[in-house]
C-alpha cells in the first residue's frame, strides 16, 4: 500500500514543470492576532533593512483566523538551508531569538508541510503565478480523495480543463497536490479574485459558460470525492516579503 501511494504521487508530482511549495500555518489565537500582526510587521521590516536574500515568501489570512506563509523551493533539499542565518548575523542572535519568542504567545498550534503545483491540471492561460496584482482574494477548494481515488479524479479535473479552455472560460485556477507533512490526501484549486463580489460574479459567468456539459463533468468529480471544505481567505501584502535582487 505504501508503495503503491508513493508511486502515485510521484506521477501526480514528478514532472519538471510543478513546482513546489514550504507551507507554514500558524493557528493565531483570537486575542492575539492584531500582536502577531504587529510582530510579523517587524519581522519583515528587519528582513528588507537587511536585504535578506533567498528567502521570499507570501502570506495570507484565511477566514477562520490561520495564518500561512508559503513560499517556493526548488527541491527537497532547499529544506536543509537555514535562510535566515545571515539574518541572525546581521540582526544579532538575541534580537532575533527575542523577536520569535513573541510569536510562541501567539497561538498553541503551528505546522509546516508540502504541496505541489501541478500544472497539467492548473488553467492558468497566461501563466501560473501565485501573487497576481490586484487580486488579493482567494477561494481554495480542497478535494480530499482517497489512494484509490486520486488518480481518477486527477483524471476528471483534467476534463474539466480542456472545457474551460475549450469554452475560453475566464475563471483561472491553479491546483495543487498535498505533498510531505499533510494528513490525508487532496487537491486544492485555488481560484483568485479582487473580492468576494468579483469572486462571485466571476463564478457565475462561468457557470453559464460552461453550462451543462460542465455541470455533468463537476457533478462527476464531486461523486468521486470524499471530502469538499471550501475556505476563504486573503493575501496580506505588508506581512509578505521578496528579496531586492
Same mark, same amino acid.
Given at each position: 500500500?505504501?508503495?503503491?501511494?508513493?508511486?502515485?504521487?510521484?506521477?501526480?508530482?514528478?514532472?519538471?514543470?510543478?513546482?513546489?511549495?514550504?507551507?507554514?500555518?500558524?493557528f493565531?489565537?483570537?486575542?492575539?492576532?492584531?500582536?502577531?500582526?504587529?510582530?510579523?510587521?517587524a519581522?519583515?521590516?528587519?528582513?528588507?533593512?537587511?536585504?535578506?536574500?533567498?528567502?521570499d515568501?507570501?502570506?495570507?489570512?484565511?477566514?477562520?483566523?490561520t495564518?500561512?506563509?508559503?513560499?517556493?523551493?526548488?527541491?527537497?533539499?532547499?529544506?536543509?538551508?537555514?535562510?535566515?542565518? &545571515?539574518?541572525?548575523? +546581521?540582526m544579532?542572535?538575541? $534580537?532575533?531569538? =527575542?523577536?520569535?519568542d513573541? !510569536? %510562541? *504567545?501567539?497561538y498553541?498550534?503551528?505546522?509546516?508541510?508540502?504541496?505541489?503545483r501541478?500544472?497539467?491540471?492548473?488553467?492558468?492561460?497566461e501563466?501560473?503565478?501565485?501573487?497576481?496584482?490586484?487580486?488579493?482574494y482567494?477561494?481554495?477548494?480542497?478535494?480530499y480523495?482517497? &489512494?484509490?481515488?486520486? +488518480?481518477?479524479?486527477?483524471? $476528471?479535473?483534467? =476534463?474539466?480543463?480542456?472545457? !474551460? %479552455? *475549450?469554452?475560453?472560460s475566464?475563471?483561472?485556477?491553479?491546483v495543487?497536490?498535498s505533498?510531505?507533512?499533510?494528513?490525508?490526501?487532496y487537491?486544492?484549486?485555488?481560484?483568485?479574485?479582487?473580492?468576494?463580489?468579483?469572486?462571485?460574479?466571476?463564478?457565475?459567468?462561468?457557470?453559464?459558460?460552461?453550462?451543462?456539459e460542465?455541470?455533468?463533468?463537476?457533478?462527476?468529480?464531486?461523486?468521486n470525492?470524499?471530502?469538499?471544505?471550501?475556505?476563504?481567505?486573503?493575501?496580506?501584502?505588508?506581512?509578505?516579503?521578496?528579496?531586492?535582487?
Amino acid at each position: 500500500m505504501l508503495t503503491a501511494i508513493v508511486m502515485l504521487t510521484a506521477t501526480l508530482t514528478m514532472n519538471a514543470q510543478n513546482q513546489r511549495f514550504s507551507i507554514h500555518a500558524d493557528f493565531v489565537k483570537p486575542s492575539m492576532e492584531s500582536e502577531y500582526v504587529e510582530i510579523t510587521k517587524a519581522f519583515v521590516a528587519e528582513c528588507k533593512k537587511h536585504n535578506l536574500q533567498n528567502s521570499d515568501w507570501t502570506q495570507l489570512r484565511m477566514d477562520n483566523g490561520t495564518y500561512i506563509s508559503f513560499e517556493a523551493i526548488p527541491n527537497m533539499a532547499a529544506l536543509d538551508v537555514d535562510t535566515f542565518a &545571515p539574518l541572525v548575523e +546581521k540582526m544579532g542572535k538575541d $534580537k532575533f531569538n =527575542a523577536l520569535f519568542d513573541r !510569536y %510562541a *504567545k501567539c497561538y498553541d498550534r503551528h505546522g509546516s508541510y508540502i504541496i505541489t503545483r501541478i500544472e497539467n491540471l492548473t488553467y492558468m492561460p497566461e501563466g501560473a503565478m501565485a501573487a497576481q496584482e490586484g487580486q488579493n482574494y482567494r477561494k481554495y477548494h480542497y478535494l480530499y480523495v482517497t &489512494p484509490s481515488t486520486a +488518480k481518477m479524479v486527477a483524471e $476528471k479535473m483534467k =476534463a474539466i480543463k480542456e472545457l !474551460y %479552455a *475549450k469554452k475560453g472560460s475566464k475563471e483561472y485556477y491553479r491546483v495543487y497536490h498535498s505533498g510531505f507533512g499533510t494528513l490525508g490526501e487532496y487537491f486544492l484549486v485555488v481560484i483568485s479574485a479582487k473580492d468576494e463580489i468579483s469572486y462571485a460574479k466571476q463564478s457565475d459567468e462561468n457557470e453559464a459558460l460552461i453550462g451543462e456539459e460542465g455541470k455533468k463533468l463537476l457533478d462527476d468529480l464531486f461523486k468521486n470525492i470524499s471530502r469538499y471544505d471550501p475556505v476563504t481567505g486573503y493575501i496580506r501584502p505588508e506581512l509578505s516579503y521578496t528579496a531586492k535582487k
